[in-house]
C-alpha cells in the first residue's frame, strides 16, 4: 500500500515542506522507530489519549471506535497528552490492526509488547517501551479529530511518512505537490550522490544543483 512513497524518505520530505512553507512538519526526535527498518506511509487516523487515574466504566472504548473508522493502509497516530509511564499500544491491539490491513502507529508516548510487534512487523514510532498497562492511567477521549502529536498538529487523513530519521506529517491539502516535488529531487540528489562519488567537489556540485 502506498508503494509509490517507498523510495521517499522523511528528511526529503521535510526539505521540500520548508521550501513550500510548512517548517514545522517533523515530529520531536524522541520518537524512534522500534525497528530500525520500519517505514511507515500513509494517512493518519488519529486518536487523542489523556492522562486519568479515575476509575472509567470502559477504559479502551474509544480505542475499540477507532477501529470502525480504519481504512487499509491506515496510520494509527495516538497523542498522550504527556503520559509517558503507561503503553497504550502493545501485541494485540497491533494483531487486531492487521486484520483490517492497518500495519503502522505513531504515538509521542511509550509502547508495551514490543519484541511481539516487532515479529509481527507491525511499525511502531514512541518515545519508550513500558511493561504498565493504560488502564488507571491514560484514556482515549476522541478519535478522527485534529491532535497534537510530537509537536506537530496531525488532522485526519493527513500524510504519515516515517523512517528511521523521523516522522513527518504532511498536511493532506499538498500531499500531492509534495510527492511531485520529492520526486524531482530525489532524481537530483542522485546525481550529486553520483558525482560527490567520483571525487567531485562538494563546492562545485552545490553551486551546479543546488542539493547536499
Excluded at 33 to 49: F, K, N, Q, R, V
Excluded at 53 to 68: C, K, L, M, R, V
Amino acid at each position: 500500500m502506498h508503494e509509490e512513497w517507498k523510495a521517499i524518505y522523511s528528511a526529503l520530505v521535510t526539505d521540500i515542506m520548508d521550501a513550500l512553507g510548512h517548517r514545522e512538519q517533523a515530529m520531536t526526535p524522541d520518537i524512534r522507530p522500534c525497528s530500525a527498518d520500519a517505514h511507515i506511509a500513509g494517512p493518519a487516523l488519529t486518536l487523542d489519549a489523556y492522562p486519568n487515574t479515575d476509575p472509567h466504566p470502559d477504559p479502551y472504548g474509544q480505542i475499540f471506535a477507532a477501529y470502525d473508522e480504519t481504512k487499509a493502509g491506515d496510520v494509527f497516530v495516538v497523542a498522550t497528552n504527556g503520559e509517558q509511564r503507561a503503553g497504550l499500544w502493545g501485541e494485540l491491539l497491533s494483531t487486531a490492526a492487521q486484520a483490517q490491513g492497518v500495519n503502522s502507529i505513531v504515538t509521542d508516548g511509550v509502547a508495551r509488547d514490543v519484541r511481539q510487534m516487532n515479529e509481527m512487523n507491525f511499525n511502531c514510532f514512541c518515545t519508550g517501551f513500558s511493561p504498565l498497562d493504560s488502564a488507571g492511567r491514560i484514556i482515549t477521549e476522541k478519535i478522527n479529530e485534529p491532535i497534537v502529536c510530537g509537536g506537530v498538529q496531525v488532522h485526519p487523513g493527513d500524510f504519515i511518512l516515517a523512517d528511521f530519521d523521523g516522522v513527518a506529517v504532511i498536511p493532506a491539502a499538498i500531499k500531492d505537490e509534495v510527492f511531485k516535488l520529492s520526486m524531482e529531487k530525489l532524481e537530483g540528489e542522485n546525481t550529486v550522490r553520483d558525482e560527490l562519488a567520483a571525487g567531485a567537489s562538494p563546492r562545485e556540485v552545490f553551486d551546479k544543483y543546488g542539493i547536499l
